[in-house]
């Protein structure tokens, strides 16, 4: 029993810091528990029926010890509340040398594919010391990629790009959970993340037996079956907006809004293209929901976001 471990193992390095928030929160809770307990107790015993003690001189309102007791808390409340805020926001923005990673959820496994092409189920390999940022979508209903070892949890949703990030601090193999019901097998929905040395880790990459096809390859060779050139090109009129350069640019709408040219703009805008129109351009692009997996549109992403602009002559 002794060594029975009450909490996972801490592999990262936003977990040492939600365990002290987590043993903060416990410790105000004790205490205020005990005080009141003991306040409770004493005052059961001291005035119970048949006591002598004397129940003269009891005051309506003491001023100082309102405050106190409204004060003090609000005071610990206001600290909780700017510790955990600035712990969420470190939790949410990824750094900016993050290695990128696609997740899919599905019914019931998670499918993932790294940049450089290699792919893997319910399993991720990453290099202890870098930053990563997973970029995740469902397939079919809401999963919930959660590690417990470095104290991340994510809701992966169909039809939208969720995102976490986390640093692995020490190698070893720690559980994978699927922790959001997603279905009659949702219990099997389990894996593992395997945190591994920079030199082992590229040793794995470049394995013949798992390495692949770059995602951005991949993404232009579906570029060009599908035609995408045809009407996104530099010269292509009023058919289609050039892609190159596109990425990370404040794209303006036809309703006169401007968007981000991120993962979720460049999705939508291949699934459910009448959703933003680019000003300037008729909507004649047609959907492509039914005719690409999600691993092919992670795929043109990424090719997507090479594309560097046209320099002109």
């Not at 001023?63 to 909780?80: D, K, M, N, Q």
């Not at 700017?82 to 019914?107: C, F, I």
């Not at 794995?204 to 037996?209: A, P, R």
């Not at 809004?257 to 979720?264: M, N, S």
């Amino acid at each position: 029993m002794w060594s029975f471990p009450l909490l996972p193992d801490s592999a990262s390095t936003i977990a040492d810091k939600i365990d002290a928030l987590f043993y903060f929160l416990v410790a105000v809770s004790l205490f205020f528990s005990l005080v009141i307990t003991i306040g409770l107790a004493y005052s059961a015993a001291r005035f119970r029926k048949g006591s002598p003690a004397s129940r003269k001189g009891a005051l309506n309102d003491y001023l100082p010890l309102e405050l106190a007791w409204s004060l003090i808390p609000l005071a610990i409340a206001l600290f909780i509340f700017g510790w955990s805020a600035k712990l969420y926001l470190d939790m949410r923005v990824p750094p900016s040398n993050a290695m990128e990673v696609y997740v899919v959820g599905k019914q019931w496994m998670w499918k993932i594919q790294h940049p450089e092409g290699n792919r893997e189920i319910n399993e991720l390999h990453i290099p202890v010391g870098r930053p990563m940022k997973l970029i995740m979508t469902s397939q079919d209903v809401i999963h919930s990629f959660y590690i417990p070892a470095f104290r991340v949890k994510q809701d992966v949703l169909p039809g939208r790009y969720t995102t976490q990030w986390f640093q692995a601090t020490k190698p070893g193999e720690y559980h994978l959970f699927c922790a959001e019901y997603c279905g009659t097998s949702h219990s099997g929905m389990i894996g593992k993340v395997i945190a591994m040395e920079p030199a082992e880790y590229e040793q794995w990459l470049m394995g013949s037996s798992r390495a692949g096809i770059a995602m951005a390859s991949s993404g232009k060779e579906l570029f060009d079956r599908y035609g995408c050139r045809t009407c996104h090109r530099q010269d292509s009129g009023p058919r289609g907006p050039a892609l190159d350069g596109l990425w990370g640019k404040r794209v303006q709408l036809a309703d006169g809004k401007t968007v981000v040219a991120d993962q979720e703009y460049i999705r939508e805008s291949i699934l459910n293209p009448a959703a933003k129109t680019v000003a300037g351009y008729q909507q004649l692009m047609p959907s492509y929901r039914n005719q690409l997996t999600q691993d092919q549109v992670n795929q043109l992403i990424e090719y997507i976001r090479t594309l560097a602009p046209v320099q002109e002559k």
